[in-house]
């Protein structure tokens, strides 16, 4: 098995393993973000060069560095490879550039958007993000558009991840939307504005790391930090009906799929868990959530050091 050193620190891992993966072993600050990978989603990856990193020995056989930073979602490790990723200053400069660059369209309405919170680039924006833009042109909008019944499409967020398209390539059979245009004119659309409706389209929302695919059901009726994340889960016969439910009181304002410390969907859920069962009473509720101590959804959830929600 390989052995790679990321900021000093070395691990054993697989054979193909990525150095993000990698990274995400060893976990800290030495972790790239990943705003298109995503693990469950074949293809992901390798588009928003957010994860880059420095290789500064390639391997035992070949120690020369790699010329150029790379991407660590699709370089795979090597024996004796060695990665600088947060310790380098090249590496910091370069996130902070591709930050600037995915915020040249994207506005920052996080007052307003309901991805505030729990949001990838709201987070990198904070990190590695400028107090002003050197952009001087006009941005492009996009008019608002709803493509089904549940989701709501804020094209102007868009920073074209993809994996709203690979999630319906991979878990649905009639997905009938995608990326049209080129360039700057590129964006995410229906056919001729036609309705998502098939019984998994409502994964899409979970997989968006910005405010760009919301859930009609529960816009605008709270901020993620009032409610409290539970574990629950029900007798499904779409899905695996294991779930997080948001509470507030006795109220379930919204339903998504459990997610990882890294925000990937653990298991895909259909739409009549997410949008049709708001009730308590559809639900056996197994606990709070686990929830990272520096997530703002953690505000006010905590109890005696506990690193769970109350």
């Not at 056989?61 to 990723?85: F, I, Y």
């Amino acid at each position: 098995m390989p052995k790679v050193t990321i900021d000093g620190q070395t691990i054993e891992v697989a054979e193909g393993t990525s150095i993000l993966h990698a990274a995400r072993q060893l976990g800290g600050e030495c972790v790239p973000p990943a705003m298109c990978y995503y693990t469950p989603l074949k293809g992901s990856g390798g588009k928003c060069r957010t994860c880059l990193v420095k290789v500064t020995k390639g391997s035992e056989k070949d120690p020369r560095p790699m010329p150029k930073l790379v991407a660590s979602c699709q370089t795979m490790v090597m024996d004796g490879m060695e990665v600088a990723s947060k310790s380098d200053q090249a590496v910091v400069d370069a996130r902070k550039g591709v930050v600037e660059f995915l915020l040249l369209n994207h506005p920052l309405d996080c007052p307003i958007c309901d991805q505030a919170g729990e949001c990838h680039l709201q987070d990198l924006a904070f990190e590695h993000g400028s107090a002003n833009t050197r952009y001087e042109f006009e941005r492009r909008t996009f008019e608002k558009i709803d493509i089904g019944p549940y989701i709501k499409l804020h094209m102007t967020r868009c920073i074209l991840c993809y994996r709203c398209v690979y999630t319906a390539n991979q878990i649905t059979d009639n997905r009938v939307h995608g990326i049209i245009g080129r360039g700057d004119h590129a964006e995410i659309s229906t056919y001729i504005e036609k309705a998502i409706d098939n019984d998994f389209s409502g994964n899409v929302i979970d997989v968006c790391p910005v405010g760009a695919l919301t859930d009609r059901t529960f816009r605008f009726k709270s901020r993620v930090w009032f409610l409290k994340p539970m574990d629950a889960h029900r007798d499904c016969d779409k899905c695996c009906g294991k779930t997080t439910v948001w509470v507030s009181g006795e109220d379930i304002y919204r339903v998504t799929a459990r997610k990882d410390k890294y925000g990937e969907v653990e298991e895909f859920i259909c739409n009549t868990c997410r949008f049709e069962k708001k009730s308590a009473s559809d639900w056996v509720i197994e606990g709070p959530r686990a929830i990272e101590r520096h997530s703002v959804i953690s505000q006010n959830h905590y109890a005696n050091g506990a690193t769970t929600v109350v």
